[in-house]
């Protein structure tokens, strides 16, 4: 497991460095989707130059999609307005409220690839809550961390999960409010078809789709509330372009 914080204290002011901004988690995307092997004889992933990273990856079908997880999870922590306001609005319907919207990403080795991990051991408490979306008590988070990260990779794993969060492995983010200690599993998905429900995960963010409405509501088949990132103008529109 990889702890990696990174926040931009500036603000982003204009188009250009809007673009720049959402080009950076896409950077690393691409460069924490190789192998360890194939990055080890340069020294790791801090030493690979940003020349030869075209050399070193081959493009992927996903790639687009783990693209979008890593730029939404950076749009938080660099407190862009529109994903913030709309991740705080979602929130409040999974009975998470408070004032400090944050994110954590989660993440572990798939398909043979290292993904970013940004863990929490500054951010969540022994306490901290999931509010998985049944009835009965929440479970603590950092509990559970361990034994989901095992049943990303190990399908015998996930049989020994709560009932309540035997989907939660499938998680790209959790979202939450830190003055409320109570967080949701998320997942990212850049084509709305490809969203799909599991036991644990709450919030669905996706792309708005364009020219349709982007209210964020709840979809009772996937008891996931939806949380679309408008396009026109706004955060889709400079990711597509980065």
């Not at 749009?75 to 954590?104: F, Q, T, W, Y």
């Not at 990212?188 to 969203?195: E, W």
Request: proline residues 5%; neutral net charge; contains cysteine.
């Amino acid at each position: 497991m990889e702890i990696r914080h990174q926040v931009q204290t500036a603000t982003v002011a204009d188009e250009v460095s809007a673009v720049i901004a959402v080009v950076r988690p896409i950077l690393q995307a691409a460069l924490y989707s190789l192998r360890k092997e194939v990055v080890a004889p340069l020294g790791g992933y801090a030493k690979v130059p940003l020349y030869m990273l075209a050399d070193l990856r081959k493009p992927g079908d996903g790639d687009a999609g783990i693209s979008f997880e890593y730029a939404i999870h950076d749009a938080m922590l660099r407190c862009d307005p529109v994903v913030v306001e709309r991740v705080h609005d979602a929130l409040a319907k999974c009975r998470v409220r408070g004032d400090n919207v944050a994110s954590i990403m989660f993440g572990v080795e798939k398909s043979g690839s290292q993904m970013l991990i940004e863990t929490a051991t500054e951010t969540l408490t022994k306490d901290s809550q999931l509010m998985s979306g049944v009835r009965g008590r929440p479970v603590k988070l950092t509990r559970h961390l361990g034994s989901v990260a095992a049943a990303f990779r190990s399908p015998r794993k996930r049989a020994q999960l709560p009932q309540s969060i035997s989907g939660l492995w499938k998680a790209d983010l959790f979202l939450g409010e830190t003055d409320s200690d109570r967080w949701v599993g998320t997942t990212v998905k850049i084509n709305q078809r490809q969203l799909a429900g599991a036991a644990g995960l709450r919030i669905g963010v996706v792309p708005a789709s364009q020219g349709s409405g982007d209210g964020i509501r709840l979809d009772d088949s996937r008891n996931l509330v939806v949380c679309p990132v408008p396009y026109d103008g706004a955060f889709m529109e400079v990711f597509y372009e980065a």
